[in-house]
C-alpha cells in the first residue's frame, strides 16, 4: 500500500468535500472570492432536479419562468404563490448538492414589506429552500433588510426583469446608455448593502455586468450579460435544445433534447401500432 503523505490526502478530501458537500451561502461567497464560476439552470420538477443536481450544478433556480415553460404563458405574470411553491418542494426533494433558489412571483412582493416577508416566509417553509429571489432595485432595499433580518437568504435580479415586461415595453437589452448603465450600478451596490447573497443581471451589455461584478463583493450570476461575471444561469430547457422557437443571442443550446423526445416517441408509436412492442420478453 502507497503511504501517502497527509498533505495530498487533506487536498483530496477537502477536494471531495466541496464537490458533494451542500452549497451554501458561505460556500458562494468563497467560490467569488477564489474566483470559481458558479453554474446555475433552472428546475421547476423533482426528475429534472435530480439530473441537475447528480450533474453537480452549483445552483437551481425555480424561476418564475415556469409560468413560460411549464404552463405555456406568454409572459411570468400569471404564476402564483401556491404554483411556486409546488415547483419550489417538488425540485427541493430531488437535490442534495445544490443551493436552490426560489422565485417569488409576481404580486408576492410588490404590496408591501409585510406582505412580501410573509410570501418569503411560505416559500422557505413550505418548499424548504435555500434563498428566494425578487427582481427590482431600489424601491426593494427595505424590503430585502427585512428578509435578511428574518435570515432569509435573499438574490437580487436587474437589468431585464421579465415581471415588468408592460413598462419595459418588451424583452430588450437594459442598462445601454450611460444614464441607465450608472443606476443599474447603483441599484447592484443598493442591493448588496440591502443584503442580498447574490445578485442575476440579465440582458445587459458585458461591460456593464462585468463593472458591476468587479464592485461587488457578492456574487454576479448573468443571463445574456456576457463572461465578465461570478456565474451564467440559463433556463434548462433552453439550453437543452427542448424548444426552438426562443433564439437570442445569449443562449447556447448543449444538446438537442427536443428533436430526441421526438424521434423516440414516434419510434414508440411505430412500435404500438405495428404491435411490436411490447415482446414476449417485455411481458408477464
Ligand atoms: O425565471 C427565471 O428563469 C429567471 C432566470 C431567467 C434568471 O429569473
Known amino acids: 500500500m502507497v503511504a501517502y503523505p497527509s498533505i495530498y490526502i487533506n487536498k483530496e478530501v477537502s477536494q471531495h468535500q466541496a464537490e458533494t458537500k451542500k452549497v451554501t451561502t458561505l460556500r458562494l461567497a468563497a467560490m467569488k472570492a477564489q474566483g470559481e464560476p458558479i453554474s446555475m439552470l433552472t428546475a421547476y420538477d423533482y426528475t429534472m432536479a435530480r439530473l441537475l443536481d447528480a450533474a ?14 411549464m404552463a405555456g404563458h406568454t409572459t411570468t ?3 402564483t404563490l401556491d404554483q411556486m411553491i409546488y415547483h419550489g418542494a417538488c425540485v427541493v426533494r430531488g437535490v ?3 443551493f436552490v433558489v426560489v422565485d417569488m412571483p409576481f404580486g408576492s412582493y410588490q404590496i408591501s414589506p409585510e406582505t412580501a416577508l410573509a410570501s418569503a416566509i411560505r416559500i422557505m ?4 429552500a435555500d434563498a428566494v429571489k425578487l427582481e427590482g432595485g431600489t424601491h426593494l432595499f427595505s424590503t430585502i433588510s427585512q428578509f435578511t433580518a428574518a435570515g432569509i437568504p435573499v438574490v437580487g435580479h436587474l437589468g431585464l426583469t421579465p415581471q415588468s415586461v408592460h413598462q419595459l ?5 437594459q442598462g445601454k446608455e450611460g444614464v441607465a448603465a450608472d443606476k443599474l450600478f447603483e441599484e447592484a451596490l443598493g442591493l448588496e448593502r440591502a443584503g442580498c447573497c447574490a445578485v442575476v443581471l440579465e440582458k445587459v451589455p458585458a461591460s456593464v455586468a462585468a463593472r458591476v461584478a468587479q464592485a461587488l463583493q457578492i456574487p454576479v450570476i448573468g443571463i445574456g450579460a456576457g463572461s465578465g461575471v461570478d456565474g451564467q444561469v440559463l433556463v434548462s430547457q433552453d439550453m437543452l435544445g427542448m424548444e426552438d422557437r426562443f433564439t437570442p443571442k ?3 443550446r448543449f444538446a438537442s433534447l427536443g428533436e430526441e423526445i421526438k424521434q423516440a416517441a414516434e419510434a414508440y408509436i411505430t412500435a404500438v401500432k405495428e404491435r411490436s412492442f411490447p415482446s414476449d420478453a417485455e411481458s408477464y
Open 125 to 128: 417553509k413550505e418548499t424548504g
Open 96 to 98: 442534495q448538492r445544490a
Open 250 to 252: 445569449f443562449l447556447r
Open 56 to 69: 453537480g450544478i452549483d445552483i437551481l433556480l425555480v424561476g418564475d419562468s415556469a409560468a413560460n415553460v
Open 169 to 173: 415595453g418588451g424583452y430588450g437589452l
Open 77 to 79: 405574470l400569471p404564476i
